[in-house]
Each structure stands twice: as structure tokens, then as C-alpha cells.
């Protein structure tokens, strides 16, 4: 599918801010089922500083600062992407011949995905996640099989809610009220594999959504979205990471499917927020989010509603994080 992205978000303070420095994780990832054909990033008023590079996970983040006062900050991403229906996933693998892939062994090779079985700041590993995983990890029990087996329980026994948990909710609380958005989902199924040992991080990107029947899909009436992915080792193509999306059940090898757009991956949401930054002044401010995902093919044939199954896009809790001081 040949997907439009396009993120805005507006901040106005009051009062003023003096100076000011964001990270920006907007533009799309470059892999083997996702190909960025174009993008463009935007700041207002004109930063000083704007510099892009990729970060540890490889995702593109990008620097800028304000060393002027302003009372606005309007930042746009716009993104034209392709991507691609994955492969069918196969795996025999044992979760516990994976496990034990992370124990520590003197003399033995260091694997990158070994740094995503630890606790983060958001995905805390914990008895009560490893009790809800259990009933589908059993003894010998398909990696692949198991991790599908829980994205299912959890779309079962957890509601879509949107404000029903901030930014900052412990996903421990997330857990226990059964209840939050795509974000607290993503987190509780990371913390459930982690606490059992396997590796597995957070995917934030864009999701194409369907607007109500008989509705017109609005421009900017979408949202982020957030999914997790495991590690799976020693098949035939080598290492490989599998997603999986709790919020709507669906899973695959590059996505959950060719209407995902991957942004970047991390320990949590800490790492890839969309936007964050650092500002002296505006105590009092307002922010205003709009995403709008779209297909190519329905925009070039005069259509503003897209064309995907009805599922649940985006809710992740914040678009931005800001400090101030």
C-alpha cells in the first residue's frame, strides 16, 4: 500500500518561551517491508539548530532548538510511504530454547536484542505481568504460537478506552483495570514477555483507520499508534523480530500489516515519543495534535475516506513531552 502520513503539533504558551530544545521521532523507519518515498519535517518559527541523525535503535530522531522568544510552535511531518504485505510467519521454536539465549555465558556472543529483555522506565519487569503471560507459555510451548495466543487474551480481556490512563500511568495499573489505549496495551504485552525472560520492545508508528459508516474521514482525526514485537532467533533467515498489535489483534513479520506505518522502535514509549523537548518559560500552554493517515491510491481518486477494515487506531496518550524550567 502506498500510504500519506501527515503529523501536526501546535503548541502555544503563555507566557513566552525564551529558548527551547525538542527531540523529533516523526519520520518513518527504512526496512526490508516499509520503503519512505518522501518526507518533509517542518518547524515555526525557524529553529536555530536542526539536525538529524539516527540514534542508537537506528530510528531517525530529529534535533532542533529555539533561541528565540516565541509564543508559538508549530511543528509538520508529512510522509509518503510504501509498504508491503510480510511474509507468512513459521517458527518450531521452543519459548524457552529462546529464553535461555539471554542467559549470561562466559566467553559467549553478545547479542543486541539481549539490552530488550531489561526493565524500563515505563515496562517495568514484574511477577504480575509473568502471572498473566503463564497460561499461554507453558512448558515447551511454541514461541510463536504463545506470544499469539497472549496478543489474543489481551484484546479478549482488556477495553479500548481512550482517557481512561495518562501518560503516566503505570502499566502495573494498566494491567490490573484492564482497561487503556494502544500505548498501555503495547507496554503490558512488552512487560509480560520481558518478565519472562525474552526480549521485546515498543513500536510506535500510524495506523490507516475507517471512519464511522456513512462518515467523511477528517483531516487530522487520527492519532499515533503503538504496538510490540518479539525476538525471535536461529531460523533458517536469521534472527528476526515478529510484531504483534493487542489493540487489534493482529500480528506479522515487518508489521501487523501493510496499513502500519513504523516510525521507530525502543525500550518504551520514553524513547520514541513523537515529540519532546526541554523549554525556559511557558508555564501555561495548550497543545493540539492532529494525524491523518491516508491511501494514495483513495486521495489521487478524489476520495478522503480511507479504504482499510474498521479497527482501532492510534491512543497513544501524549504526542509530546515537554520539560520546564
Not at 495534535?289 to 479504504?307: D, E
Request: aromatic residues 10%; hydrophobic residues 35%; charged residues 15%.
Amino acid at each position: 500500500m502506498e500510504l500519506l502520513v501527515t503529523h501536526e503539533t501546535r503548541y502555544r504558551y503563555r507566557p513566552m518561551v525564551e529558548i527551547a530544545q525538542h527531540v523529533a521521532y516523526m519520520r518513518p523507519n527504512q526496512h526490508a517491508g516499509q520503503q519512505v518515498l518522501q518526507h518533509t519535517f517542518t518547524v515555526l518559527p525557524q529553529p536555530s539548530t536542526l539536525i538529524s541523525q539516527d540514534d542508537v535503535y537506528g530510528n531517525q530522531r530529529c534535533f532542533f532548538s529555539l533561541q528565540t522568544p516565541h509564543e508559538e510552535l508549530s511543528v509538520r511531518a508529512h510522509s509518503q510511504v510504501l509498504t508491503q504485505i510480510s511474509a507468512s510467519v513459521e517458527s518450531d521454536l521452543a519459548w524457552e530454547k529462546v529464553r535461555e539465549l539471554f542467559r549470561y555465558q562466559a566467553g559467549g556472543l553478545y547479542d543486541a536484542a539481549s539490552e530488550f529483555v531489561f526493565a524500563s522506565p515505563f515496562v517495568p519487569r514484574h511477577e504480575e505481568f509473568a502471572s498473566y503471560a503463564r497460561p499461554s507459555f507453558s512448558g515447551g510451548a511454541n514461541l510463536l504460537k504463545a506470544c499469539i495466543e497472549l496478543m489474543e487474551r489481551m484484546h479478549s480481556d482488556f477495553t479500548y478506552e481512550s482517557h481512561s490512563t495518562q501518560i503516566n500511568t503505570p502499566a502495573l495499573q494498566a494491567l490490573a483495570q484492564r482497561k487503556g489505549v494502544c500505548q498501555d496495551f503495547a507496554h503490558i504485552m512488552v512487560a509480560c514477555l520481558r518478565s519472562l525472560g525474552l526480549a521485546a520492545r515498543y513500536v510506535s508508528g500510524y495506523l490507516l483507520t475507517e471512519p464511522p459508516p456513512g462518515e467523511v474521514k477528517l483531516v487530522g482525526s487520527d492519532a499515533s499508534h503503538a504496538w510490540a514485537s518479539v525476538y525471535l532467533a536461529d531460523l533458517p533467515e536469521g534472527a528476526r523480530w515478529v510484531n504483534f498489535d493487542p489493540t487489534n489483534n493482529r500480528w506479522g513479520w515487518h508489521a501487523p500489516g501493510p496499513d502500519y506505518v513504523t516510525v521507530a522502535v525502543g525500550r518504551d514509549f520514553g524513547d520514541v515519543s513523537p515529540l519532546r523537548g526541554v523549554i525556559h518559560g511557558g508555564a501555561s500552554h495548550t497543545l493540539t495534535v492532529g494525524v491523518t493517515v491516508q491511501s494514495a491510491l483513495a486521495v489521487s481518486g478524489g476520495q478522503s475516506q480511507s479504504q482499510s477494515q474498521s479497527q482501532s487506531g492510534g491512543g497513544t496518550q501524549s504526542q509530546s513531552q515537554s520539560t520546564i524550567i
